[in-house]
């Protein structure tokens, strides 16, 4: 890629001198390759680079550095240049911090040295990452533009879909300087937005999400009829059963009506996540997982919702909100639950100004400085509220029960409550939201004493369980009572099989009803609703998959 570049720093001359030889070799007619010989000038390097308005698409780095070690020095890097790949140079006896650099820097790989040769130790490594480097939208199309206003619920919408499907993009109010400029640019007014201005010039006037999709460079139509496994929905299931699948050979296609990633996608700090000592944030766990699922070769379509399914000889059509339909000879349906809504007069209306379902990390940087609510007594409202403490000035946890204890991890109790900043209400419910434009006032209630207080704030998120929505499988496959998909076991009603079951054997344990469709994540009724959980049973389905496929 014209002007990007490879950047190389190591404190030992001989040692720096040999990686970029190494490196320019291979890369040097397409990229400039960068040598430094400490952090600090590496990083001169870097700003230099960025002001010149060009790209840093590998950096590599000695973790043995005086002044600054190569774990600070790319940690600096990424404020300049957060989307560069990372590798870290590491003597054998180093590998320990290289491992806990995965996690603070979001390291990509660590590479042992030396690297000879380099064509088996080097070159397969960073001809990884600079694919995986030009694969990502912003480097490819540097910057879309959302132009719109602070307390639109579409302004809101747009952002939070370009944000969860990690699209960069500019954000710029409608009523600032810049932003007038740039909707007189595009022949419009206040009256058009929320408007989407793409890296190549176009701009999109109040765009839906397909819209948005097809002109971010997300694929919406699907390439092939006919696929070995369909995969509805792309959270953790459905990701680990996308990797799993085209890992291992079948034709698999993804379906996500939103974003990639589900609920983990939003949320802010996942712990409790194996290989994650320090926690990862869901958006760079999803960036991953997609990377993994895209490197095997999985078909991806996001904004594609699936509102049917249908025998089909011995396949199953999935039917889309468009009308289109692809067959596949197996079916994993992995969509997950979705928030339930606050139930409460004035909160409706306010969906999108003042009151969100979930994290809504896109608002956080808004909430400087101002009062935050949050409803909810579980680890995902524990979760933003930590969160959302680094931004408000104070965070209110509001729960119907006494206490957190029996509803949210000790972990994230102990650390809202080494947070000041953060209060809990315990027996306080919301009854009510007002405000004209945007929320502008909360109505409380005491559960101990029912009196009703209103508080002045703009902001209230929701985290009040959830459900699933599988109302389009209809009779298709059984569900439970409270909608989830019943697989394996659970559809043997007295040890008979369930009605219109055709073949000579039980339900596989995470087969549905419906036999070769399979059910996995938080959707299946009896699952536990973690990541961990959801990814092993996307992957547990596959081998079902293909148990299935060969008994056929
Ligand atoms: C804020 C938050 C924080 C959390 N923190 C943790 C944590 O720290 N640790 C932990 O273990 N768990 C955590 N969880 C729970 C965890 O995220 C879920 O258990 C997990 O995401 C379930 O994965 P899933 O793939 O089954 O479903 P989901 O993540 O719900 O994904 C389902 C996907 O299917 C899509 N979809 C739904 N219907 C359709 C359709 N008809 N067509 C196409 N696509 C469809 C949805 O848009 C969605 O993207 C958290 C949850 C939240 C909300």
């Known amino acids: 890629m014209q002007n990007a570049a490879i950047l190389t720093v190591d404190d030992d001359p001989s040692v720096s001198r040999a990686v970029a030889r190494d490196v320019r070799r291979r890369y040097g007619d397409r990229y400039r390759v960068i040598r430094a010989e400490s952090g600090p000038s590496a990083l001169d390097a870097l700003n230099e680079i960025k002001l010149r308005g060009e790209q840093v698409a590998v950096i590599l780095a000695d973790y043995r550095m ?29 590998t320990d911090a290289a491992i806990s650099a995965i996690n603070i820097v979001d390291l990509d790989h660590y590479l042992l040295k030396p690297w000879n040769p380099p064509e088996e130790k080097l070159y397969p490594v960073l001809d990884a990452l600079l694919e995986a480097w030009l694969a990502t939208p912003a480097v490819t199309m540097p910057e879309t533009k959302v132009v719109g206003h602070r307390w639109s619920a579409h302004s809101f919408t747009v952002r939070d879909f370009l944000a969860r499907n990690l699209v960069p993009y500019r954000w710029l109010r409608a009523d600032e300087a810049e932003g007038v400029r740039l909707l007189t640019a595009a022949g419009m007014s206040e009256a058009d937005v929320p408007v989407v201005i793409t890296t190549d010039g176009k701009a999109l006037a109040r765009p839906t999400e397909a819209d948005l999709a097809a002109h971010v460079g997300m694929a919406t139509t699907p390439a092939s009829d006919l696929y070995d496994l369909a995969v ?54 999803t960036d991953r997982a997609r990377r993994q699922a895209l490197k095997f070769n999985t078909e991806l379509l996001t904004t594609r919702e699936v509102v049917g399914l249908e025998r089909s000889g011995s396949a199953t059509l999935l039917h889309f909100g468009d009308g289109s339909a692809v067959t596949a000879h197996t079916v994993v349906l992995a969509t997950g639950v979705s928030y339930r809504l606050l139930d409460a007069p004035g909160l409706a209306d306010l969906t999108g100004r003042g009151v969100f379902y979930g994290a809504a990390a896109t608002e956080a940087p808004s909430c400087s400085g101002e009062e935050v609510y949050i409803v909810g007594g579980a680890n995902s409202a524990g979760q933003a509220a930590v969160y959302f403490s680094r931004y408000a000035r104070k965070v209110h946890i509001l729960i119907r029960g006494e206490d957190l204890t029996r509803s949210m991890s000790q972990y994230l109790i102990d650390q809202i409550e080494a947070i000041p900043s953060i209060e809990v209400h315990p027996r306080t419910e919301v009854v009510g939201g007002e405000g004209r434009d945007h929320l502008e006032r909360l109505i409380l209630c005491d559960g101990r004493t029912g009196l009703t207080t209103a508080v002045p704030t703009s902001w209230l998120f929701v985290f009040i369980g959830a459900e699933p929505r599988t109302d389009w499988l209809g009779d298709v496959v059984a569900r439970d009572g409270a909608g989830y998909v019943l697989t394996g076991s659970d559809l043997l009603a007295d040890g008979r099989r369930p009605a219109g079951w055709t ?39 596959v081998s079902l998959v293909h148990r299935y496929l060969e008994a056929r």
């Open 66 to 94: 005086p002044q600054m070690n190569g774990i600070e020095f790319l940690e600096a890097a990424m404020d300049v240049f957060p989307l560069a790949r990372r590798v870290l140079l590491t003597a054998y006896a180093d």
């Open 232 to 285: 509805i929905g792309a959270g953790p299931a459905g990701l680990g059963a996308a990797v799993y699948g085209a890992s291992e050979g079948l034709r698999t296609l993804l379906v996500e009506q939103r974003a990639t990633g589900g609920q983990a996608g939003q949320s802010s700090r996942i712990e409790n996540y194996l290989g994650f000592p320090d926690g990862v944030s869901g958006a760079q766990l």
């Open 503 to 541: 073949p000579s054997r039980d339900p596989y344990h995470l087969e549905s009803s419906m036999p070769g469709v399979f059910a996995a994540g938080d959707v299946r009724a009896g699952s536990v609703k973690r990541v961990a959980s959801a990814v092993g049973e996307g992957a547990m389905a």
